[in-house]
Nanobody
């Protein structure tokens, strides 16, 4: 079992920045590919960013490319999502997820993941 706990969400204005953190426990963190997803009211959960377990390669949704950065610190068992130039359209609950030795392109798909955090709310006002 892997437990994931997100933090760092909040209410900000358009153009501001936030950094989300997701702390993992329970298994060898470095063996897991990690993803960030978000879900706005009335919408399906969508891919935001992911980072692979072995190569550390990263991919982003087109809507966040150039504004968001995913990173991981295996020593701290934590994955981060740095969000800059936030827009009202980024308002959602943000979830982190873990997949044991997950590979591309599957780790861009929510249903592929084994473990999920509880989510953290991000609200961007205009």
């Amino acid at each position: 079992q892997v437990q994931l706990v997100e933090s760092g969400g909040g209410l900000v204005q358009a153009g501001d920045s936030l950094r989300l953190s997701c702390a993992a426990s329970g298994r060898t963190f470095s063996d897991y590919s990690m993803g960030w997803f978000r879900q706005a009211p009335g919408k399906e959960r969508e891919f935001v960013a992911a980072i692979a377990w072995s190569s550390g390669s990263m991919r982003y949704a087109d809507s966040v490319k150039g504004r968001f950065t995913i990173s991981r610190d295996n020593a701290k068992n934590t994955v981060y999502l740095q969000m800059n130039s936030l827009e009202p359209e980024d308002t959602a609950v943000y979830y982190c997820a873990a997949k044991y030795r997950g590979s591309w392109p599957a780790i861009q798909t929510p249903r592929y993941y084994d473990y999920w955090g509880q989510g953290t709310q991000v609200t961007v006002s205009s």
